[in-house]
């Protein structure tokens, strides 16, 4: 009769700083997985802290309330499974991204992670001492070897753990989610199990912090480099993956294989669960925004009720002399269509009163950009006094394209807690309402159906703060733009570059030139969930003050 090994992987949902928390959680996936007969239950990487903690585990007591929730949980867990579980750990040649296998009421073995991660959105380098080469422990019947995330990345790691003895390669991971990341991934783990020729368990958490939202997407690889498991993306999931020991090794038995949904989905998912969780680890249960019967606000609207529900979404029309009468209708048939409250606040009585009190000092100037700004700021003030009155976080509305360029009122239509588009270009907002109107999922709280209609996709932009105002008035058409800033932005490249790809350089350098100026009002924007690898704010950070141009 062959050996076999039952291991229980937890892709869960920690929240930074819920110590107790993340242990409650822990400990009923190990009840699971004591349930099923498993010999471990695995987590992911920073699972008692949540992830990313960023300077929080630079705090020497919360790293140590961290270590004493693990040895409390080691304590809980003594009569069963091994439980793998990551976390802090600091000692006097300092402070480590760890992995603790817990058994029989203490900590058996420590793993501690060797590759610091030092780009896009990671600093562990300046967190965290890099430590030597941990090698494999033993869980019955086989050697477990765990690379932490990055570790696995590296061939160095692996290597050294089969060398070592280690006969299967648990991976517990903190992976963020980016636009078709998970190829990545499993064409990075695929060249690790082929130079080893053992099989790969990659584990990774679900859901949002801040500005990431982390895909899970677990998987498990055999050593022929097939997959034996695929876990669902953005899902919380407890699975039980059997192996059994034959001539060439242990070999994962074949179970359940998820499909996984194409990119519109997955970004979409990611605006939703960003959201969701941002709103539901800060405590809020409500959202507010200005509905204005354009195209941005509409998809926003749209998420806020998918990630909450319809009935804690409240839109706001705040109309001005240059709001048409489209813009009115359209706003009242995306509430109608989304079941959310609308409700209407004409800004021209404030406003009055702010030109009253500013004719004196205005005498004598013609109106422009300031008046055009006056609009926006009273609609940000209006929306923030009923957010601050019923609790209620307002959510900004501006996409990719107009942070970029800077296409924004700050302290405007830029107020507010969280902007689910920050990282979505307008073409591809676009998009992404057919695709929602075309689309519905269990996950999504808000109605099925057309609930944007086409007339608010198809008309073009436009701000509403001049008469006949138009987007294009003051930038290129967005299909330009937007694929002006993917090259400048998302791809770094020089304007020589973009200029060489077939687009004017007048027109390139006015880009340039916004994308720079703008910097100031980025630095003081709301966060918003990372959909590629040049998001806004830990994946690029410029400096504010900054005269340098590319004159190439």
């Not at 394209?401 to 689910?420: F, H, K, L, Q, R």
């Not at 994308?515 to 009002?521: D, P, R, V």
């Amino acid at each position: 009769m062959s050996e076999t090994f039952r291991l229980t992987l937890a892709q869960l949902n920690p929240t930074v700083g819920a110590l107790a928390a993340n242990a409650a959680k822990a400990r009923a996936a190990w009840e699971q997985g004591r349930a099923a007969g498993a010999d471990m239950v695995a987590l992911t990487e920073m699972f008692i802290t949540g992830y990313q903690t960023q300077d929080l585990v630079l705090k020497p007591a919360f790293v140590d309330a961290a270590m004493d929730e693990i040895d409390r949980l080691a304590g809980a867990c003594a009569d069963g499974p091994l439980l793998g579980i990551g976390g802090p750990y600091r000692d006097a040649s300092g402070l480590y991204n760890a992995y603790y296998v817990l058994k029989d009421g203490k900590v058996a073995a420590r793993i501690l992670k060797h590759h610091l991660p030092n780009e896009n959105v990671f600093d562990e380098e300046r967190l965290f001492t890099s430590a030597p080469v941990s090698g494999p422990y033993a869980v019955g019947p086989v050697r477990i070897g765990t690379p932490i995330c990055e570790d696995a990345w590296f061939d160095d790691v692996t290597e050294t753990l089969a060398e070592t003895g280690a006969e299967i390669l648990l991976v517990p991971n903190g992976s963020p989610y980016y636009r078709n990341k998970y190829d990545v991934r499993v064409n990075v783990m695929v060249a690790r199990v082929i130079e080893t020729q053992l099989p790969i368990v990659y584990l990774n958490m679900v859901g949002g912090q801040d500005d990431q939202v982390f895909d899970g997407g677990s998987f498990v690889l055999n050593p022929s480099a097939e997959l034996a498991a695929q876990f669902p993306v953005f899902d919380e999931c407890i699975r039980h993956v059997d192996f059994e020991k034959g001539e060439e090794g242990w070999q994962a038995v074949r179970t359940e294989l998820d499909a996984r949904p194409d990119e519109w989905e997955q970004d979409y998912r990611a605006m939703v669960q960003g959201l969701r969780d941002y709103l539901g680890k800060t405590g809020f249960g409500k959202v507010l925004l200005g509905l204005s019967g354009g195209v941005d606000s509409a998809l926003v609207a749209t998420i806020a009720a998918d990630a909450v529900g319809s009935e804690n979404v409240r839109c706001v029309m705040l109309p001005s002399e240059y709001t048409s009468t489209h813009s009115l209708e359209d706003a009242g048939s995306v509430a109608k269509a989304l079941g959310c409250r609308l409700d209407t606040i004409p800004i021209s009585g404030p406003r009055a009163a702010v030109t009253e009190a500013l004719a004196p000092l205005f005498e004598g100037t013609e109106p422009g950009l300031t008046e055009e700004n006056i609009q926006s700021r009273l609609r940000g003030l209006l929306l923030m006094a009923l957010s601050n009155k019923f609790g209620e976080m307002l959510l900004t509305t501006g996409n990719k394209s107009e942070v970029a360029v800077g296409y924004a009122t700050i302290y405007g239509d830029m107020a507010g807690g969280y902007n689910p588009l920050k990282d979505l270009y307008k073409m591809r907002v676009f998009e992404t309402c057919r695709w929602r109107n075309a689309n519905h999922r269990v996950w999504m709280m808000g109605p099925a159906g057309e609930v944007i209609p086409a007339r608010v996709i198809d008309k073009p932009p436009s701000a509403e703060l001049r008469p006949d105002q138009k987007d294009e008035d003051s930038l290129p058409p967005y299909a330009v733009l937007d694929a002006v800033l993917e090259r400048l932005v998302d791809r770094d490249q020089s304007v020589a570059e973009v200029v060489a790809a077939g687009f004017d350089r007048d027109m390139v350098k006015k880009v340039e030139r916004l994308i720079y100026l703008s910097e100031y009002k980025r630095f003081q924007s709301s966060p918003g969930p990372r959909l590629t690898r040049k998001a806004f704010w830990l994946d690029r950070r410029y400096p504010i003050v900054n005269r340098w141009r590319d004159e190439g």
